[in-house]
């Protein structure tokens, strides 16, 4: 059963625009919300994260939104260049473990 | 910079062997975990430990076993490999504590169960 959710699976967005990925969860004792990067054969990296007190982060061209409300938030990357090509995934931290769950993962093309 | 080195790229075994998939960190993290990558499945944890000796189950543990001998290096095992292990694992590392604190991944070692 997985606890984030996150859409669409597979996304194709021209160079210059702006691709969203969606994610909702439904633990509300998720501490912390990171978005990771990765790239074809390469480990996922840490992109961006945000924490439930705070409704936007931007960093560059990425920026996150959080709803708590709707349990949901979102990665946008604005100006999208054909560099950001890559799976991403958004997770949600369970404890102060730093134990993360995962989203299923958006394959993100961006064409020339 | 953290390093996090598996010690396969690729592997090939098959139903019934015992699989030992390595893992070591640089950067003297107290945590490890072991996660299985799937399509659509995003990536699942399998285990995880916060110290040596130490280990916690994590969502998927059935049919895996782990060791951490060492602060530095976490092993994961596979008992029987069966083909529904096939798969792409990912081992990662972090702090234990200290706020936010990232978690660092390896490329990954994709292994095929025939």
Known sequence: QQQVKQSPQSLIVQKGGISIINCAYENTAFDYFPWYQQFPGKGPALLIAIRPDV???????????????????????????????????????????????????TRLMVKP | DVKVTQSSRYLVKRTGEKVF????????????????QDPGLGLRLIYFSYDVKMKEKGDIPEGYSVS???????????????????????????YLTGGNQ????????????L
């Open chain 2, 102 to 113: 990232p978690q660092h991944f390896g490329d990954g070692t994709r292994l095929s169960i």
């Open chain 2, 21 to 36: 998939l390595e893992c070591v960190q640089d950067m003297d993290h107290e945590n490890m975990f072991w996660y299985r």
């Open chain 1, 55 to 105: 409704s936007e982060k931007k960093e560059g061209r990425f920026t996150i939104s959080f709803n708590k409300s709707a349990k949901q938030f979102s990665l946008h990357i604005m100006d999208s260049q054909p560099g950001d090509s890559a799976t991403y995934f958004c997770a949600a931290r369970r404890d102060a473990g730093n134990m993360l769950t995962f989203g299923g993962g």
């Open chain 2, 68 to 94: 951490r001998e060492k602060k530095e290096r976490f092993s994961l095992i596979l008992e029987s490999a069966s083909t529904n292990q096939t798969s792409m694992y990912l081992c990662a590392s972090s």
